[in-house]
T-cell receptor, first 113, second 111 residues
Framework: NAGVTQTPKFQVLKTGQSMTLQCAQD?????MSWYRQDPGMGLRLIHY???????DQGEVPNGYNVSRSTTEDFPLRLLSAAPSQTSVYFC????????????FGEGSWLTVV | RKEVEQDPGPFNVPEGATVAFNCTYS??????FFWYRQDCRKEPKLLMS???SGNEDGRFTAQLNRASQYISLLIRDSKLSDSATYLC????????????FGQGTELSVKP
């Protein structure tokens, strides 16, 4: 019963490097999203998707790209990592647009040096 | 004004105490509200949903005040295991599981 799976769990990047955070869900959910969490800031929405082939920006999209080629996968790409992107990243999926069916992955800890 | 705002705390309370957190929201059209619990370095997990005036689950009670645009979470008979950060969240209607979170309120229950 995997739910939402994120990889990697921990990553250290150098400034300017690019990388992809992977997110996969096995619940056939239409809605998927990426959040970042910084101390004292709660969770902030980066990008979200309402289905395969459809993505949209959230509150803090700059520096990140997403794509949704399949229902299961929603990778988050950092194009040119910056120290300001040091954060914990959570992927989430949802069956509906209401909040009570949202499932989060375990998080990815990213440090940019 | 932030869309969803919480008192960050920390709230330090003794075991057995009753503690309440508030969360204010700016969109008066919001219909549903959620309290999530987040343990240190873990993902948020749904604690309670609030769709009308309130909801109760054991020691936890969530109440909604639409006139003043806030929701509250009341924890009675606090346990050490209640120590966590409590996040309130408001979904953006019809926008695909898009949640707006407050900053979170940290609770520490002491023996």
């Amino acid at each position: 019963n995997a739910g939402v799976t994120q990889t990697p769990k921990f990553q250290v990047l150098k400034t300017g490097q690019s990388m992809t955070l992977q997110c996969a869900q096995d619940m056939n959910h239409e809605y998927m999203s990426w959040y970042r969490q910084d101390p004292g800031m709660g969770l902030r929405l980066i990008h979200y998707s309402v289905g395969a082939g459809i993505t949209d920006q959230g509150e803090v999209p700059n520096g990140y790209n997403v794509s949704r080629s399949t229902t299961e996968d929603f990778p988050l790409r950092l194009l040119s990592a910056a120290p300001s992107q040091t954060s914990v990243y959570f992927c989430a999926s949802s069956e509906t647009h209401s909040g009570n069916t949202i499932y989060f992955g375990e998080g990815s800890w990213l440090t940019v040096v | 004004r932030k869309e969803v705002e919480q008192d960050p705390g920390p709230f330090n309370v003794p075991e057995g105490a009753t503690v309440a957190f508030n969360c204010t929201y700016s969109n008066s059209a919001s219909q549903s509200f959620f309290w999530y619990r987040q343990d240190c370095r873990k993902e948020p997990k749904l604690l309670m949903s609030v769709y009308s005036s309130g909801n109760e689950d054991g020691r936890f009670t969530a109440q909604l005040n639409r006139a003043s645009q806030y929701i509250s979470l009341l924890i009675r008979d606090s346990k050490l295991s209640d120590s966590a950060t409590y996040l309130c969240a408001v979904p953006v209607y019809n926008q695909g599981g898009k949640l707006i979170f407050g900053q979170g309120t940290e609770l520490s229950v002491k023996p």
